[in-house]
């Protein structure tokens, strides 16, 4: 590693020295990283971005342009880490690393130093290693900060429906203040008639992405098993606008008025994840999303299963971009993924879990659709597969790594 340093009076330094790391844990080495297609005078970098692997279970890393390992985190988590506004992370993990219950939320930093520490009951009975019968997760899939820094996470509320509700949480004093049930805004004949799973539970919309529109107070949401995407105003939990492949005609009455109707050529949504909104302008939105592109249950049964892509909407307009279609089958993936754009408008996209599982592929790509980046991670433990995949600095411009330095 090499220091510059500039004094007060102009003058400079340089020293380079290096540093010996510990082995990485064994669920990151046993991972194989393979870069290719990389140019990174078109990466969206700078000084010190990396690209965080934030994988469905186990132990969470970032990989630099090489490929190489920069940075990891000891604590297993699941689905959920974000950087939230001044600059830490907040990140689902569990108290220990024996139990299946993912129920401890920290609040930290690069160093791996805790500031904060949210603790959840399931609201099962455990056995003595800790291991729920049947919850393995009350927050599972999606959580933002707010702009009062309060969180707002999505859940499940230990009822026979599961991954139906979200929870806005005090950052003061870690008690619920808000809940929103999808149940009661929704019409009741998409969960009643909804099947069990296996574990006994409805599932029924599998929210997997909340955003929030600072700009009028609304939430976006993803709902997997209803191939669907929704605005609410977050004050009233009134639906703003619903776009499905559920046709108009199917929906009661009262919901019609909320449908949106795509121009000619613009895809349904199957299985998506990953929505978040790019800009509001006036009446015009423009959103990003992962899609899956699988019939689940109103999705296009057509192209089901012949790509997955990155997409983005203006919504009542009939501007669209996407990238995927062109990489057909091979980079189809039927759960999990996301989208994200970049500070340059690149786009990085998430094929998490590409051949089944055997590999995660992630690709940035410039507003062509030229690829500027592509990794892929191979031999992932079980369920360690990337579930997202952000472009991150690793430090902000005001990161104190030592409070005591002068």
Request: charged content about 25%; hydrophobic content about 30%.
């Amino acid at each position: 590693m090499t220091i510059n340093v500039t004094y007060k009076d102009g003058t400079t330094a340089t020293k380079t020295i290096q540093i010996k790391t510990g082995a990485l844990p064994k669920y990151i080495k046993n991972a194989t990283i393979t870069v290719k297609n990389t140019d990174k005078s078109k990466m969206d970098i700078g000084n010190n971005k990396l690209t965080i692997i934030n994988r469905t279970t186990k132990e969470p890393f970032a990989i630099d342009a090489d490929g190489n390992v920069r940075w990891y985190s000891t604590n297993y988590s699941q689905h959920t880490i974000e950087q939230i506004s001044n600059g830490h992370m907040l990140i689902l993990t569990k108290k220990k690393e024996s139990s299946r219950v993912y129920n401890d939320l920290i609040e930290t930093d690069v160093l791996g130093r805790v500031y904060k520490e949210y603790s959840f009951d399931p609201g099962t009975k455990s056995n003595d290693s800790g291991n729920a019968k049947d919850e393995t997760t009350v927050i599972h899939h999606d959580l933002l900060e707010l702009p009062n820094h309060d969180i707002l996470a999505t859940v499940s509320d230990g009822s026979k429906y599961k991954e139906d509700v979200m929870v806005q949480i005090s950052h003061k004093t870690g008690k619920v203040v808000k809940v929103v049930d999808l149940k009661r805004i929704l019409p009741s004949s998409m969960y009643k008639k909804y099947k069990a799973g296996s574990d006994g539970k409805i599932d029924w919309f599998h929210q997997n992405s909340v955003d929030y529109d600072e700009s009028d107070n609304s939430i976006m949401i993803s709902g997997r098993n209803q191939d669907m995407i929704i605005k609410l105003d977050y004050k009233t939990d009134k639906i703003i606008w619903i776009y499905s492949g559920k046709t108009k005609a199917t929906w009661p009455k009262k919901y019609r008025d909320k449908i949106l109707t795509p121009t000619q050529g613009t895809t349904i949504t199957g299985g998506q994840h990953g929505l978040y909104l790019l800009k509001h302008d006036g009446d015009s939105e423009d959103v990003i999303l992962y899609d899956n592109n699988i019939d689940v249950t109103n999705g296009d049964k057509k192209t089901s299963g012949k790509y997955s892509q990155a997409i983005e909407y203006r919504i009542d307009t009939k501007n669209m971009w996407s990238y995927g279609k062109n990489l057909g089958k091979t980079n189809f993936t039927s759960i999990i993924g996301f989208a994200e754009r970049e500070s340059n408008s690149n786009t990085l996209i998430d094929f998490g879990f590409k051949d089944n599982g055997k590999e995660s592929n992630i690709i940035e790509v410039d507003s062509e659709g030229n690829q500027v980046f592509n990794v892929t991670m191979k031999n992932a433990s079980s369920k360690a597969y990337a579930y997202r995949a952000y472009r991150v600095p690793f430090y902000s411009s005001s990161y104190i790594f030592d409070v005591n330095s002068k």
